[in-house]
């Protein structure tokens, strides 16, 4: 399957690049997975606040630092950069992804020390310049499948990656909408269609979202909207992640046999 999926569209239309950042990271951060503690402008801050909490991102921001390196773009916040970074595609997809990896690891090995030892070269085969590499390559959830309970990595990973929904239903704030969920059959990662489910509107970046519109989740949380172009994006780099992720575990097992 083709990476590259440069189609048009893109950008949303009057968000900057630090209020595109905000909006994907708010939830994780608000859940105290990553970031600082005291990031409060991620919900409702100025331009220039986000810039000081963007910078303290262990994860995010070295990938953002890399592209804006790579790329040229002086402004790792660029809204090219972020949305790349997010939704996959875009201009991130074109940098060679063994050079993005070297670079890449020449910032985060020294802040990951010596925990995950399978931060090494090992991992130019799966990456990219993106969020999904990020969750399926560089945490090591997907390491611990198949080593017992189950149900929590998958839970992380599913949560952590960004997923897509259409709406089905619209009622004041809540929303019924229809997507789909991370499955693992023992041996591979796989995305199955889910039962249509509520979620709840928060007041950040989500109006005008309306019945037969696709968004964007993080932790349960509404990104935003996406248009068709940035669906096609991210659809195409999550597929191809899982499909390096699986390759990387059918080659961990065949070493055990």
Known sequence: MARRADLGGGIVMGVS?????ARYAYAPNALGYCGPADAS???DGTDTEIRTVARRFSGVWPYLRV???MTAIADPLDPRLVESYWLGGGIGDDLDPGTFLSNLLAL???LAGGYWQHLTT???QEASANHSFHVLG????TRLLGRGRDDLPLHVLDNCRIAWARVCERDGTTLTIQ???LQWDGYHLSLSEQPARLIQMTPAANDHIAIGDDIAL???HICGRLDAAQLTRLTISTTHQLEATNRRLDDARARLR
Not at 17 to 21: A, D, K, M, R, S
Not at 138 to 141: F, K
Request: proline share 11%; net charge negative.
């Open 17 to 21: 690049g630090p209020q595109l950042f």
């Open 41 to 43: 402008a991620l919900a």
């Open 67 to 69: 592209l804006s390196s």
């Open 108 to 110: 985060i090995g020294p």
């Open 122 to 124: 090992d991992l130019s």
């Open 138 to 141: 560089i945490y090591p959830w």
């Open 179 to 181: 997507g789909s969920g």
């Open 218 to 220: 993080h932790w349960d």
